[in-house]
């Protein structure tokens, strides 16, 4: 896909501010650092749309990015940044999942996750969460580029395992910071727009 005028267009902290047309929205959930921001970034190949930092954190609104009036990418707040306080930590997981469980306009659910170790307690939970309300979804193998070239399909295939995925579920590895498997998750991702 060629994107070609990518807009931030607003940061919500509650339903009300959720965008009120109906454009399908494909929406990167994971947990905190792993790469959700920058995933938004290196697929509409721009610098700095969505804000991303070293310190894990720093997603706190749900945050939509309007992607040529075609679809929504939509940033969420990690889960899981231990440094957050429990309450705000429980703070944050509801409104996730307030999100997640109500909005009708949800095409597909990306969940990042580092593919370099076992998923979390926390990705398990969130993939299994996933699959209950019955969203369509893909999982990102995610930082890939921190493995030998060579091992990634060995990891996608752990994560697999880790997860107990069906053979349905589709797991693709993805660097943000190499930028190499994008054609494949854009092929993926297509499905999720209509044109
Ligand atoms: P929160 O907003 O805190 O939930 O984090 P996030 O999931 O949006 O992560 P973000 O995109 O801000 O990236 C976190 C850190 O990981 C940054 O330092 C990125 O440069 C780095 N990072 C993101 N993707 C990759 C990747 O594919 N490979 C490597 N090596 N680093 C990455
Ligand atoms: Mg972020």
Not at 151 to 158: A, I, L, Q
Not at 164 to 185: C, G, H, Q, R
């Amino acid at each position: 896909m060629i994107v070609k005028n990518p807009k931030f267009e607003i940061s919500a902290v509650g339903p009300k501010q959720y965008p009120s047309n109906n454009l399908p929205e494909i929406v990167l959930a994971g947990k905190s650092n792993v790469g959700k921001s920058s995933f938004i970034n290196t697929m509409i190949n721009r610098k700095a749309l969505a804000r991303t930092s070293s310190q894990p954190g720093k997603t706190r609104q749900i945050n939509f990015y309007n992607i040529d009036q075609k679809f929504y990418f939509v940033d969420l707040p990690g889960f899981g940044y231990s440094k957050m306080s429990h309450t705000e930590q429980e703070k944050v997981g509801k409104f996730i999942e307030e999100y997640l469980f109500s909005r009708k306009n949800i095409s597909c659910i990306v969940l990042l996750i580092d593919i370099r170790h076992d998923p979390s307690k926390n990705d398990i939970m969130m993939f299994n969460y996933i699959r209950s309300i019955g969203a369509p979804h893909i999982v990102i193998a995610n930082k890939a580029d921190k493995i030998a070239p060579t091992k990634v399909n060995s990891y996608v295939e752990n994560l697999r395992n880790s997860l107990e995925a069906n053979e349905s579920d589709i797991i693709l590895p993805f660097s943000s910071e190499k930028k190499i498997y994008t054609d494949t998750v854009w092929e993926e991702l297509e499905k999720y727009i209509n044109d």
